[in-house]
């Protein structure tokens, strides 16, 4: 029975545990996919590159440190081992600091909606990850809307300050994606806690690997159409 998340496909297979731990709690192909979400709103609106770059930072910080290392702390199995609970918070407060700073710079400058999308995404980033009210806020609706569709409603909030038609449309296709992934990732680590066959959890991981891959890929060619 799997109880640790060392062997996972995105955890690098080289460098010291310390290493290989802070690289993998990062999640990069799924934090990958939340940054490309933020990035393709920025995209659905006239954009500039400051601010393209500002919510990429601001979600990498947000979800790939913070998020994470509240899930780290909210788990009652401890799938990254005994990591200081301190290095933790840290780690958490840190990043969120960050995040809160780029957020609330644009968001007097400029771009006021970003006050109740931030809002809302604190609310999930916190009850979410550590399963506050009983865990009732941990669930695939949650994700679906904290890691899927409020990303591309930020990203287009923070060039032009408001939601365009095309913003939607990224958002149901990014909130379509989340679901796949928090749905397919769930059968995987079922699959892979209870020390399954190879060819049961491999198809999984598969699906797991082309989501986010297909995700970061289409928005980095989307950029490219873009910018040139």
Not at 2 to 19: A, M, T
Not at 31 to 39: D, K, L, N, P
Not at 82 to 97: E, G, R
Not at 178 to 193: A, F, P, R
Request: charged share 15%; aromatic share 16%; hydrophobic share 50%.
């Amino acid at each position: 029975m799997q109880e640790d998340r060392l062997s996972e496909w995105f955890v690098p297979k080289f460098g010291s545990l310390n290493f290989r731990l802070s690289i993998g709690i990062l999640f990069l192909p799924y934090t990958g996919m939340v940054v490309s979400f933020a990035i393709l709103g920025s995209l659905s609106v006239d954009f500039s590159l400051d601010r393209l770059a500002s919510i990429g930072l601001l979600y990498f910080f947000a979800i790939g440190i913070s998020a994470h290392c509240l899930d780290a702390l909210g788990s009652k199995k401890k799938p990254w081992g005994d990591i200081s609970h301190q290095k933790l918070w840290s780690a958490a407060i840190i990043s969120l600091i960050i995040s809160f700073s780029i957020g609330l710079y644009y968001a007097f400058l400029d771009s006021w909606l970003l006050f109740p999308i931030g809002a809302i995404e604190v609310f999930f980033l916190l009850a979410y990850n550590l399963e506050l009210f009983h865990g009732k806020f941990h669930n695939n609706v949650s994700f679906v809307i904290s890691w899927g569709i409020l990303p591309v409603f930020a990203g287009a909030a923070i060039q032009s300050n408001a939601i365009s038609v095309e913003t939607i449309v990224f958002s149901a296709i990014a909130g379509a994606a989340s679901y796949v992934l928090i749905i397919t990732s769930k059968k995987y680590k079922k699959l892979k806690h209870q020390n399954a066959d190879l060819k049961s959890y491999y198809k999984k991981e598969v699906i797991l690997k082309c989501t986010s891959s297909v995700v970061i890929f289409s928005t980095v060619c989307f950029f490219i159409l873009r910018y040139l």
